[in-house]
């Protein structure tokens, strides 16, 4: 795969990650985000390499200071705080998603198989998020299991399902696009790699 | 197009915008850190830091006007959200508590659009090459042209989603009331736009023959930058020691 249109591509959708932070509407302790929804997004798009620098460099943009973290703000401090989690989880969230939605590129699966397999692969990837992020709430703030669950976990669910149902539908809608950008670069660079 | 002027970079040649890009990502740590100490002595300080600052780099609230409005919104959010969250403990500590969060809100995203206004990003490619080059195992030059790319595209995309927002609203379909269709009309536009802009992008750089392990802008240790650096951090810590102290 070439390079440069990888890292632009990944770097399209750090952009579009951060943007998330902006559509976002905060109420108590979590704010309800979008951020989760373009992550898996790019996961099932780029397949698991590519997002997972993507996502990197999101984090490290958000530790740095510039205001990419949910609710328009920014800063190493939010690792640390009760959210800190929820983004740590992003990393393992991605890889699990991209590796499984990615499977029926490679072998031949019905129509039917892959629908499944990208619905399993979008579930697996909120879930990862929610098993490292509620029990990361759950020891900053030293609240019981039910509160953090109650606080961190259960008002999102329904709004992770239609974010689900939406990356699904987004997903197979432009994957033949994000892959023709990203193939284009790979006849290409095999091409100026034979001569 | 550009109508929202957040997180561009805006040219100058104020001392702030020469400062070593290491320094200013070292001031933005310390200010940063300084806000989550949470004094409000340290929410004081670091305003009229910013605003010495703002003003040094000569950058107009103007330009910002309508960004701010925005997140004067967001920041009211805030503030009510914590306000009621924290109700129970007595109207005067709810106060407080909403007060300090919209503040410290809006001072971080200050913050953000000043380091963005003042830094180029080429200067952002070198500091995240400087930052990740020791850790082993991590392509440092890859990564770095990743992040400065992706502050190239942040602003273009956030001009994307307020275009989209007046085409809605001009069009009326902003009452749909099904929820899948109302997220999809938002993502299908913004992908579009993304992926167009990558298109350009890439397309660009290509013609270019960008190559990801150049460094345009290369980094030189300068006593004065520490100087001044140091004359912006030497407030909070000062008061840092007072408060820990007295």
């Known amino acids: 795969m070439n390079n440069l249109r990888a890292t632009v591509a990944a770097a399209g959708f750090t952009a579009l990650i951060a943007i998330g932070a902006y559509i976002s509407i905060p109420v108590g302790p979590v704010p309800i985000v979008l951020q989760n929804f373009f992550v898996l997004l790019s996961a099932l798009l780029l397949g698991s390499k590519i997002a997972l620098s993507s996502v990197f460099v999101y984090l490290f943009l958000g530790a740095l200071g510039l205001p990419v973290f949910a609710g328009g703000t920014g800063g190493i401090g939010h690792f640390f ?10 990393l393992p969230a991605v890889v699990i998603t991209g590796f499984i939605a990615r499977r029926p590129k490679r072998r031949t699966f019905s129509t039917l198989n892959s629908v499944f397999l990208q619905f399993t692969a979008l579930l697996a990837g909120t879930l990862c998020i929610y098993l490292i992020g509620v029990p990361w709430l759950k020891y900053a703030t030293q609240m019981s299991w039910k509160a953090a669950i109650g606080a961190g976990a259960a008002p999102f669910i329904l709004g992770d399902l239609l974010k689900i149902v939406v990356a699904f539908i987004i997903g197979r809608s432009f994957s033949s696009r994000v892959d023709e950008f ?13 001569t | 197009m550009a109508e ?12 702030l915008h020469r400062l070593d890009p290491r320094f200013k990502v070292l001031l933005m740590l310390g200010y940063i850190a300084a806000l989550f100490a949470g004094y409000w002595m340290h929410y004081l300080a670091v305003t009229l830091l910013l605003t010495t600052a703002s003003i040094s780099a000569k950058l107009h609230p103007h330009s910002f006007k309508r960004e701010l409005k925005v997140f004067l919104f967001l920041a009211l959010i805030i503030f009510t959200s914590h306000f009621f969250a924290s109700l129970q403990r007595g109207y005067e500590t709810a106060l407080q508590e909403g007060l300090f969060l919209g503040w410290r809100f809006m001072l971080i995203v200050w913050l953000g659009i000043l380091f963005t206004a003042v830094t180029e990003p080429s200067e952002l490619h070198a500091v995240v090459y400087w930052l990740l080059r020791p850790i082993p195992g991590v392509p440092a030059g890859r990564l770095a042209a990743h992040a400065s790319l992706s502050l190239v595209i942040i602003p273009l995309l956030l001009d994307g989603v307020h275009e989209i927002r007046e085409a809605r609203k001009s069009r009326g379909i902003d009452h749909c009331r099904n929820p899948v269709k109302r997220f999809r009309s938002i993502m299908n536009p913004l992908m579009e736009k993304l992926l167009m802009q990558m298109e350009e992008l890439a397309l660009a750089l290509e013609s270019r023959s960008f190559d990801e392990s150049v460094l345009h802008s290369s980094l030189h240790f300068r006593m004065q930058d520490a100087v001044y650096t140091l004359l912006f951090l030497l407030p909070l810590l000062v008061l840092q020691i007072v408060y820990i102290y007295f």
């Open chain 1, 81 to 90: 705080g009760p959210t800190g989690g929820y983004l740590i989880a992003y």
């Open chain 1, 182 to 194: 990203l193939q284009l670069a790979f006849q290409k660079s095999s091409i100026s790699e034979s």
């Open chain 2, 4 to 15: 929202i002027a957040i997180l561009h970079y805006h040219p100058g040649s104020s001392a």
